[in-house]
Structure formats: C-alpha cells, structure tokens
C-alpha cells in the first residue's frame, strides 16, 4: 500500500518504464487516504526494478532517481513529525518548524508546478501524518 490500498502499477520491462499513478508524483503527494510507512516499504521495492523512466500520476516523465527523492521526503517526514511529537510539540508547533526544518531539501523540488507546492500542502500532511502514525500507536 502507499497512496491508497489499491495502489496499481504497470511495468514496461521491454521499454524500462514503470507507471506509478499517484504512487509517485512531482508534486507534494496527498497523503489522506495513503499509508506513510507503508508508502516508503513500496518504494523500496518500486526501485527494485529495472526501468529508467517513469510515467507519474502528476507531473512530467520522470528519471528512476526521483524515486529515491519522493522516498526520501516521506521518510524525513515521518521521522521529523515523531520527534517533534516525543519532543512534546503541538500540531500547530510542528506545522511551523518541521515545515522549515524539510524545506530547504523539498520545497523547491515539490514546488514545480501552480498546484500543490510544498507551502501550499506541507500544514495539512503534517497534520495528517502525525494522526496516521504518531496518534495511530
């Protein structure tokens, strides 16, 4: 599972091409019907294959490396809204600093396009991931 339960790729082996409808995007992923933790365990086994490009839910073809960064963005996610979280941080408090804490490694990269940039998505998805996975055990 990583977006939804239903999550469905196809694969291209002839063609080295994957397609990941919203299981990868170019864009800040939303995460409320997704399963963080999950999410990232699917990546690993996305990047497993051999393809070199990838056709996305949202955004242009993309290398195979953008999935090292999408994986990457959720896991310092999670990892940054836990701590802040065992630290004693509100929600609000964690919406302020773990959004600047992440943004000097995605804002950019999660900001290409008019919809659903990083400042735009990044209250809401921490918010999200600390009622999935912190409030959630």
Known sequence: RAHTDGDLFIYLPKE???ITGDAVVDW????GDG?????IGTLDALEQLDFTHMILGHGNV????????FRSYLTD??????????????????????????APQYEQGMS???L??????????????????????
Do not use: C, N
Request: charged share 25%; net charge neutral.
């Open 16 to 18: 080295k091409v994957i």
């Open 28 to 31: 800040m992923p939303f995460l």
């Open 35 to 39: 399963y963080p933790e999950e999410w």
């Open 62 to 69: 993309a290398p195979k490396s953008h999935v090292s960064f």
């Open 77 to 102: 996610l999670i990892d940054a809204v836990k701590r802040a979280a065992a630290d004693g941080a509100t929600v609000a408090e964690m919406q302020v600093a773990v959004a600047d804490q992440l």
């Open 112 to 114: 290409k396009y008019p």
């Open 116 to 137: 659903s940039r990083y400042r735009d998505r990044i209250e809401s998805t921490i918010e999200i991931v600390y009622h999935k996975v912190v409030h959630a055990h």
